[in-house]
């Protein structure tokens, strides 16, 4: 079992900040790569940022510039730095990980519960 608890959404004025945390805990072996989806009403879920395990970064092209992904390997842990921040930023964020449970285990993807971040004009 592997469990994914996001934190630090809400609500912030246009050109704020906010920085949210998610904790991977339970059973896990390693893993690869760590990061952010967002879905807006009406839209598909769409990457925001991703981090590797050695520490390469991909980001959208609407946050590049403005966000900032960030882990802490030793507790297994991802952060997302937003700043300058758009109305049109207003979804709903997903933590995601891709992650081995054993040493005989392939790679699976697992997901949190998702955090509303809103951003008011």
């Known amino acids: 079992q592997v469990q994914l608890v996001e934190s630090g959404g809400g609500l912030v004025q246009a050109g704020g900040s906010l920085r949210l945390s998610c904790a991977a805990s339970g059973s896990i072996f390693w893993i690869n790569a760590m990061g952010w989806y967002r879905q807006a009403p009406g839209k598909q879920r769409e990457l925001v940022a991703r981090?590797?395990?050695?520490?390469?970064?991909t980001y959208a092209d609407s946050v590049k510039g403005r966000f900032t992904i960030s882990r802490d390997n030793a507790k297994n842990t991802v952060y997302l730095q937003m700043n300058s921040l758009k109305p049109e930023d207003t979804a709903v964020y997903y933590c995601?990980?891709?992650?081995?449970?054993?040493?005989?285990?392939?790679?699976?993807?697992?997901w949190g519960q998702g955090t509303q971040v809103t951003v008011s004009s």
């Open positions: 981090i590797t395990s050695g520490g390469s970064t």
């Open positions: 995601n990980t891709d992650l081995r449970t054993s040493y005989f285990s392939g790679s699976s993807q697992y």
